[in-house]
């Protein structure tokens, strides 16, 4: 199995606008395959795609807004498929579109319509959970199992962030085993709180740690935190991903270079025991 390592432009938001070609350059030296995109941050595809070739590196995937997927959908995935990307990511579906509201029906087949032009482009279409995903249920079942199990498989692919899920108060081990045949894309989110702790998205805190009222959370590289990887890597390579992204949205005063590096050497480590 030869899986490839990305890194999240999530963490760099602020400075892609300016640096992407520099940001990339630093995560190809560190041993990333590839990023994935937060937007085009003001860049034309083909800038992006001469990046990549620059620096040998491969753009895994981008994050867009449903309500822009469904309202632009020929021009954005044109775009994004330019810049050779072979996944998108569809986020953020606005609440009246959600299981358990008369519009999850429509819903649906309009992700399997997006799904159907991104196969034109040579792209698949994944869903990204965050924790709200797991905290909000329609009769006990989380609205991500229900996005998942009402759409094609082969259309709708899952891209499951393993701390969202924890964070989200459900346990990833159970993801991978249900989904296993459907995680190209794999992100390995870590952190860190002095007791459980339950968290929609990383937003409610700003660019901070959570307090008290948080059980001091922090985000920290993958491997660094309280995430039972060695436990996970059985299932994680069990889903045979293409991609695992090393994930932790926020390095605070930290240096985020550096911060990526043990993530990913860790992450490396244990895909090699696990082989």
Not at 42 to 50: A, E, H, M, Q
Not at 105 to 131: D, F, P
Not at 207 to 214: L, P
Request: net charge negative; with cysteine.
């Amino acid at each position: 199995m030869s899986i490839k390592y990305g890194s999240p432009t999530f963490l760099f938001r602020d400075k892609c606008p300016t640096q992407l070609n520099d940001i990339m350059k630093q995560l190809a030296r560190t041993g990333f395959d590839g990023i994935e995109l937060f937007g085009m941050f003001g860049f034309k595809s083909d800038d992006i795609f001469n990046f990549c070739r620059e620096n040998k590196m491969e753009i895994i995937c981008d994050h867009i807004k449903y309500e822009e997927f469904s309202n632009s959908t020929e021009e954005v995935i044109k775009l994004r498929a330019a810049t050779g990307a072979r996944f998108l990511t569809i986020d953020n579906i606005p609440k009246e579109k959600l299981p358990g509201n008369p519009g999850f029906n429509s819903t649906v087949k309009e992700i399997e319509r997006i799904s159907g032009v991104c196969k034109k482009y040579g792209i698949q279409l994944l869903y990204h959970n965050h924790g709200y995903d797991l905290l909000n249920k329609v009769d006990g079942i989380p609205v991500l199992d229900i996005i998942l199990d009402s759409t094609d498989p082969e259309l709708l692919k899952f891209q499951p962030d393993l701390g969202w899920i924890a964070l989200g108060g459900e346990e990833p081990l159970v993801y991978l085993e249900k989904y296993r045949s459907r995680c190209p894309v794999i992100h390995l989110k870590d952190y860190y709180a002095a007791a459980p702790t339950l968290l929609e998205s990383p937003f409610p805190l700003g660019n901070s740690r959570g307090g008290r009222e948080y059980n001091n959370f922090e985000f920290r590289p993958s491997g660094f935190g309280i995430m039972n990887f060695p436990l996970l890597m059985p299932k994680i390579m069990a889903c045979n991903p293409e991609w695992i992204t090393t994930d932790h949205d926020l390095s605070y005063e930290r240096d985020t270079y550096a911060d990526l590096k043990i993530g990913l050497d860790y992450t490396k480590f244990l895909v090699s025991i696990s082989q």
